[in-house]
């Protein structure tokens, strides 16, 4: 119970507001997406490494 002249606290909101039932899809499909840019990224742009040596690299 609160005590008189206590205000009582709210949680925080989300930093970007998501609205409505679109809320978790939306935050899933983000996620997702920049989940496929990063392995595209690292498929393309990071040499595999497989079978050298550790001085060779």
Known sequence: M????H????????A???RGDRGL???YGLYSA????????????VPD????ELQTM
């Open 49 to 52: 490494t497989k079978g050298r």
């Open 2 to 5: 609160l005590q008189p002249g």
């Open 25 to 27: 899809p939306v935050a």
């Open 7 to 14: 205000r009582q606290r709210r949680a925080p909101g989300p």
């Open 34 to 45: 920049f989940a496929v840019l990063a392995l595209l990224f690292v498929l393309r742009f």
């Open 16 to 18: 970007v507001p998501l």
